[in-house]
């Protein structure tokens, strides 16, 4: 029974910080790799970030890339997005999902949390 908690989401002013958490249970991130998704209304679904299970190796989108940071602590078994410089179009229903990490990268996981809110605005 995989289960995905995520938190840490809030209201924040443009060029803010904010660290979302991914708690997973029913598994281990030891052998799956964990994804952060974004939703703004009326916006596709995109990528933000992933992180493997294997070595560790991570992926950003161009987007996000040299503002936001993946990180994972197994032994909490909990995945963190640190989100620094933030910007109005940040502004989304985060999710994270797990899967293998061809399907975290391709976005076609199988388990997904419940999402948590960032809105950046003045």
């Known amino acids: 029974q995989v289960q995905l908690v995520e938190s840490g989401g809030g209201l924040v002013q443009p060029g803010g910080s904010l660290r979302l958490s991914c708690a997973a249970s029913?598994?281990?991130?030891?052998?799956?790799?964990i994804g952060w998704f974004r939703q703004a209304p009326g916006k596709e679904r995109e990528g933000v970030s992933c992180?493997?299970?294997?070595?560790?190796?991570?992926y950003y989108a161009d987007s996000v890339k040299g503002r936001f940071t993946i990180s994972r602590d197994n032994a909490k078994n909990t995945v963190y997005l640190q989100m620094n410089s933030l910007k109005p179009e940040d502004t989304a229903v985060y999710y994270c999902?797990?899967?293998?990490?061809?399907?975290?990268?391709?976005?076609?996981?199988?388990?997904w949390g419940q999402g948590t809110q960032v809105t950046v605005s003045a």
């Open positions: 029913g598994f281990t991130l030891d052998y799956y790799a």
């Open positions: 999902a797990t899967d293998t990490l061809p399907a975290v990268v391709a976005g076609t996981t199988r388990y």
């Open positions: 992180i493997s299970s294997s070595d560790g190796s991570t």
